[in-house]
């Protein structure tokens, strides 16, 4: 009997995940910046005036912008999960991660065209680069992709020919190349001295649960079963996959627009831009540091930008701003470190910063 009254009794909380908790509290700040006079403001794509400089915009709740801009990349975010999940039950990773490590200076400048001409933003390519990790595809062309994706598209370079000149546009496509072929090259390099298997590059909770090395020559080769819907075990591979993967990337998805949404409600940018203005020879690595936080999306940021190059901002500058912010800023930041161990997440940050820095300079003495 003493035994039991002497027994303590443990209470278990539930856990709370912090990610969701941020997501469902977030209107409240919405509402409390609201009432301070902060206004949520996004831009119209379809009233781009560059021979002005004011920005039309429209104002939005909080909400809203969260759900247009997951809306806006569903498809592709759909297409991602989806081509995960069939690689996971055909078997097909293998095949993919022996094609591309079969010769992979070539798919890297390849890997770095095709982000030239891709639709993805910065935060829109993570699904993808997500599902091309799982399938254990090499780093190094995924790097090329996922450096050059999200600077340049074929909207984007209209947006910015119209706003900064189509002899800064076209610079600017040539950054992007360069940057993710160079970054490409170097993380290859790289791979040939330490270990940058998918188990190294993707954190652990959202590996796939496998027995087998990540060595793909290692591996005995399965033949793919294209038909995969026939066999139950093959169907349930594929239903968790997409389920897991849409789980975990949506809610981390969902909490870098839900972070957007502050920060333009907050107009970062502005005020940086203007004290830019006053900086000198520091202008061109401050501009692109300063990307990584106050940079819009990719149709908005060469309209405000173009604004300030009109009052004295420097072209050079200019570049750096839109290449350091267009690889990677806050919302995207968030995402990718959801996703990569953090010397892969320094890493591809590195590039971002460092090439950023370097495609200003060069523009700035061509001018």
Same mark, same amino acid.
């Given at each position: 009997?003493?035994?039991?009254?002497?027994?303590k009794?443990?209470?278990?909380l539930p856990?709370?995940?912090w990610?969701?908790?941020?997501i469902?509290?977030?209107?409240?700040?919405?509402l409390?910046?609201?009432?301070?006079?902060y206004?949520?403001?996004?831009?119209?794509?379809?009233?781009h005036?560059?021979?002005?400089?004011?920005?039309?915009?429209t104002?939005?709740?909080?909400?809203?912008?969260?759900?247009g801009?997951?809306?806006h990349?569903?498809?592709?975010?759909?297409?991602?999960v989806?081509i995960?999940?069939?690689?996971?039950?055909?078997?097909?990773?293998?095949a993919?991660?022996?094609?591309?490590?079969y010769?992979?200076?070539?798919a890297?400048?390849?890997?770095?065209?095709?982000?030239?001409?891709?639709?993805?933003?910065?935060?829109?390519?993570?699904p993808?680069?997500?599902?091309?990790?799982?399938?254990?595809i090499?780093?190094?062309?995924i790097?090329?992709?996922?450096?050059?994706?999200?600077?340049?598209?074929?909207?984007?370079?209209a947006?910015?020919?119209?706003? =900064? $000149?189509?002899?800064? +546009? *076209?610079?600017? !496509?040539? #950054?992007?190349?360069?940057l993710? &072929?160079?970054?490409?090259?170097?993380?290859?390099g790289?791979?040939?001295?330490?270990?940058?298997?998918?188990?190294?590059?993707?954190?652990?909770?959202?590996?796939?649960?496998?027995c087998?090395?990540?060595n793909?020559y290692e591996l005995?080769?399965k033949?793919?079963v294209?038909?995969?819907?026939?066999?139950?075990?093959?169907?349930?591979?594929?239903k968790?996959?997409?389920?897991?993967?849409?789980l975990?990337?949506?809610?981390w998805?969902?909490l870098?627009?839900?972070?957007?949404a502050?920060?333009?409600?907050?107009n970062l940018?502005?005020?940086?831009?203007?004290?830019? =203005? $006053?900086?000198?020879? +520091? *202008?061109?690595? !401050?501009? #692109?540091?300063?990307g990584?936080p &106050?940079?819009?999306?990719?149709?908005?940021?060469?309209?405000?930008?173009?604004?300030?190059?009109r009052?004295?901002?420097?072209?050079g500058?200019?570049?750096?701003?839109?290449?350091?912010?267009?690889v990677t800023c806050?919302?995207?930041?968030?995402?990718?470190w959801s996703l990569?161990?953090?010397?892969?997440?320094?890493?591809?940050l590195?590039y971002?910063?460092?090439?950023?820095?370097?495609?200003?300079?060069?523009y700035?003495?061509?001018?």
């Open positions: 009997m003493s035994d039991v009254l002497n027994q009794t443990t209470i278990r856990k709370i995940d990610v969701w908790a941020i469902l509290l977030s209107p409240l700040f919405w409390a910046l609201d009432a301070q006079g206004k949520l403001v996004q831009q119209l794509p379809h009233l005036d560059a021979s002005s400089n004011h920005l039309h915009l104002e939005i709740s909080q909400p809203a912008f969260v759900l801009s997951l809306l990349i569903l498809p592709y975010f759909a297409f991602a989806s995960g999940a069939f690689a996971a039950a055909t078997d097909l990773s293998q993919v991660n022996k094609a591309f490590s010769n992979q200076p070539v890297i400048a390849l890997a770095a065209i095709a982000g030239g001409l891709s639709p993805l933003c910065s935060c829109g390519v993570i993808l680069i997500a599902a091309m990790l799982i399938a254990r090499p780093i190094a062309p790097m090329a992709f996922w450096l050059a994706s999200p600077l340049m598209a074929p909207e984007q370079y947006i910015t020919g119209s706003f =900064l $000149g189509f002899e800064f +546009a *076209t610079a600017k !496509l040539l #950054a992007a190349l360069t993710g &072929a160079v970054g490409g090259y170097v993380t290859y790289l791979s040939l001295r330490i270990d940058l298997s998918a188990d190294k590059v993707l954190r652990a909770d959202i590996m796939p649960k496998s087998c090395s990540s793909a005995p080769q033949p793919v294209w038909a995969f819907w026939k066999e139950i075990n093959r169907r349930n591979e594929f968790s996959s997409a389920i897991s993967t849409t975990f990337l949506g809610k998805l969902t870098a627009f839900v972070i957007e502050i920060m333009l409600q907050v940018i502005t005020p940086l831009i203007t004290w830019l =203005l $006053g900086t000198g020879a +520091a *202008t061109i690595p !401050l501009s #692109a540091l300063i990584i &106050a940079y819009l999306n990719g149709d908005a940021a060469p309209a405000l930008v173009g604004a300030f190059v009052q004295g901002l420097p072209d500058a200019a570049m750096a701003f839109l290449i350091g912010g267009g806050i919302p995207a930041a968030v995402a990718v990569v161990r953090p010397a892969i997440f320094g890493l591809y590195s971002g910063l460092v090439g950023a820095i370097l495609s200003g300079l060069a700035g003495l061509i001018l």
